[in-house]
């Protein structure tokens, strides 16, 4: 039983992250939305999480870069915090958002943090010497 949550957990952070990758291509202008003012390019830095995200969600489908990938995938995680603070302190520039989903954003933010290192963390994935 607990391996099938390992599956289902691991397949949660697959797809939010490729899912997410992709939507930096296919809907950039959110993505620069949210964005603190104070951070430069941000064409450019949507472009780029967007591939590094696809890549470190690729990487989970290998046993032995699942490791590798989930201490990247908390880094990236950690790197866009600040959209989501900014989201937060500023719910006026989100009129189309409910301001209890943008408190809840840094909630799930936590939360996919614990899954990340949960699902990508384990002996369970290792491959024997």
Known sequence: MHKIFSYIGLTIVFVWFMGGGITHFTN?????AIMPPYIPMHLELVYLSGVLEIIFASMLLVPSMRQLAGYLLIALTL???PANIYMWQ???AFPDIEPLFLSARLIIQVLLVVLIGWV???TRWAHPA
């Open 79 to 81: 790197a866009v915090t």
């Open 28 to 32: 950039p202008n959110f993505f620069m």
């Open 90 to 92: 500023n719910p006026e």
């Open 120 to 122: 990508t963390r384990n």
